[in-house]
Nanobody, 119 residues
Framework: QVQVAESGGGLVQTGGSRRLSCVTS????????MAWYRQAPDQAPGDQNE???????????VYADSVKGRFTISRDNAEKTVYLQMHNLNPEDTAVYYC?????????WGQGTQVTVSS
C-alpha cells in the first residue's frame, strides 16, 4: 500500500514562512505529476480540497491565484519527496495541507500537516 507522509506544518505568524515536505512510497513517483492541496477549517464536508500548487514530471509548475508569488513547489525524484515553500503567510492560508498526485485518480491521502497562521 502506498504511504504518504506530510510534515513541516505548525504555528506561524502572519508574514512568516514555512516549508512543507511530503514523502511518498509511490513506485511511479517519477512519472506522476504531484500537487499540494489544502483543506480550510470552514470547508464543508464533501467539498474537494483546494488545489494549491502542482508540478509535472518536467518540473512545470502551476499555482492557485491565492498563493502565486508566495509559494513554490518543487520535487526530488530520487527521494520521492515534494516540497512546498511558503512565504508571506496570512491567516487565509490556515489549513491542513496534503500532497497527492495530480489528478488524484483515487490515490490515497496522507494525514496531512496543519498550518496555522496567527494574525
Amino acid at each position: 500500500q502506498v504511504q504518504v507522509a506530510e510534515s513541516g506544518g505548525g504555528l506561524v505568524q502572519t508574514g512568516g514562512s514555512r516549508r512543507l515536505s511530503c514523502v511518498t512510497s509511490r513506485s511511479t513517483f517519477g512519472q506522476d505529476a504531484m500537487a499540494w492541496y489544502r483543506q480550510a477549517p470552514d470547508q464543508a464536508p464533501g467539498d474537494q480540497n483546494e488545489l494549491v500548487a502542482l508540478i509535472t514530471i518536467t518540473d512545470h509548475t502551476v499555482y492557485a491565484d491565492s498563493v502565486k508569488g508566495r509559494f513554490t513547489i518543487s520535487r526530488d525524484n530520487a527521494e520521492k519527496t515534494v516540497y512546498l515553500q511558503m512565504h508571506n503567510l496570512n491567516p487565509e492560508d490556515t489549513a491542513v495541507y496534503y500532497c497527492n498526485t495530480y489528478p488524484i485518480l483515487g490515490n490515497p491521502w496522507g494525514q496531512g500537516t496543519q498550518v496555522t497562521v496567527s494574525s
